[in-house]
């Protein structure tokens, strides 16, 4: 019973903490793309469609770590 309740617990945590870990990093590494190549993405979501004004790409990139943080991909290996 332990052991049900303790992987209880991680899935809640791993739940509330993925998410979290990835707005941070999300946020950290736009911040640093954006010191260099602010213009470029920003004018690139403008063209496919999003509305980036008013933002920064540290918001764009704490956006995208944030979605990251519940779309995760399944790799599928075959040997």
């Known amino acids: 019973m332990e052991k049900i309740l ?3 617990a991680a899935v809640v945590i791993l ?3 993925a998410p979290i870990l990835g707005v941070l990093f999300g946020a950290f ?3 640093v793309v954006g010191l260099f190549f602010t213009d470029a993405i920003l004018s690139f979501l403008t063209r496919v469609g999003v509305d980036t004004y008013d933002l920064a790409v540290w918001e764009v990139g704490a ?3 944030f979605l990251g943080g519940f779309l ?3 790799v599928i290996g075959k040997d």
């Open 6 to 8: 303790g992987l209880a």
């Open 15 to 17: 739940a509330f903490t």
């Open 29 to 31: 590494s736009g911040w």
């Open 63 to 65: 956006a995208m770590g």
């Open 72 to 74: 995760k991909t399944k």
